[in-house]
């Protein structure tokens, strides 16, 4: 089981151009889709899962070319989008016993067991007899995914699934979805947030403006950042001068001022000192060479 993306571009209506030339290969396990809002995660997720048409290019899931096996494809998916809903009216119960015969699950025996094993994995067994529209928002996430495992597919599309959570069921969320991830199925995750993609995923891609600027393991992107993280203890006077500067990744007030993290080509400066970087840094820094292209071609374009 592998997804295949090959020079996948996307133009919509109005000119605008959404994916340029995406090339990625995505195996089994939990792989994440890390850019800022707007970098085309969603657009590329919602090709994946046929719910738009590339431009152009190729996608193939499991050999299955998407533009000729659309019917094929959409069986094998679960698709849990950001803005995932529920019928407020339902309980938990009801709402998942709706999902399953709209996935073909006709035996009330079959379904029961499907749907209680099911709530038993995201952990809403004991809150299986609630209207789904009291549920927090967590365990509205973990509904979504219950119901995208309804029938059993070998490859989930989770987008942004953590936004607007509180950090422990940001943690929980992240967890049900690499418990998920061992069971020899793919599961894309797409977010915007650099802790969901650091302690959970095998490989990741990172998205800017449409492109495609890193794809590989977590590691390689950090060991890229490796000698352009820096700490700078500075006044409280001085704050400004130095976020004018360089991009600041965190701010640690002192007894003197402030402990500074930066991410820099050369800091030119006696008062910073090297750092280990981590994924957040490395994030940082890429944009940031991503963002230095861009410029740099707009210079030659007007030359």
């Not at 940001?170 to 915007?192: C, E, G, K, P, Y």
């Not at 360089?246 to 400066?269: C, H």
Request: some cysteine; proline content about 5%; aromatic content about 6%.
């Amino acid at each position: 089981m592998q997804i295949s993306v090959s020079q996948l571009s996307k133009r919509y209506p109005g000119g605008k151009l959404a994916l340029k030339d995406i090339d990625l290969d995505i195996p089994k396990g939990l792989f994440g889709l890390l850019g800022p809002n707007g970098a085309g995660k969603t657009t590329l997720m919602r090709i994946l899962v046929t719910l738009l048409k590339p431009t152009s290019g190729q996608v193939t899931i499991d050999g299955l070319d998407i533009r000729k096996n659309r019917k094929e494809i959409r069986r094998q998916i679960g698709y849990l989008p950001q803005d995932f809903s529920v019928f407020a009216k339902l309980t938990v119960w009801e709402f998942m016993d709706y999902s399953a015969c709209l996935n073909g699950i006709l035996s009330k025996n079959q379904r029961r067991d499907r749907i209680d094993l099911l709530l038993e994995t995201v952990g809403l067994f004991e809150a299986r007899d609630r209207l789904t529209g009291k549920l927090s928002g967590g365990m509205k996430r973990r509904l979504g995914i219950a119901q995208t495992l309804i029938g059993d597919p070998p490859v989930l599309v989770v987008d942004e699934p953590t936004a607007g959570l509180d950090p422990e069921e940001r943690v929980r969320f992240r967890n049900l979805l690499s418990d998920l991830s061992a069971q020899d199925r793919i599961i894309l995750l797409s977010t915007h947030i650099v802790g969901d993609i650091s302690s959970t995923c095998e490989n990741i891609a990172l998205m800017d403006l449409g492109r495609i600027i890193f794809d590989g393991p977590p590691a390689d992107l950090v060991d890229s950042a490796r000698g352009k993280v820096w700490t700078i203890s500075t006044g409280y006077e001085d704050l400004d001068s130095w976020k004018e500067r360089f991009p600041v990744i965190s701010t640690v007030p002192s007894e003197s001022g402030y402990e500074l993290r930066i991410v820099a080509e050369n800091p030119d400066t006696l008062e910073a000192k090297p750092a280990e970087p981590n994924l957040e840094d490395a994030y940082i820094h890429y944009m940031q060479k991503a963002a230095s292209g861009r410029l740099s071609r707009v210079f030659e374009n007007k030359e």
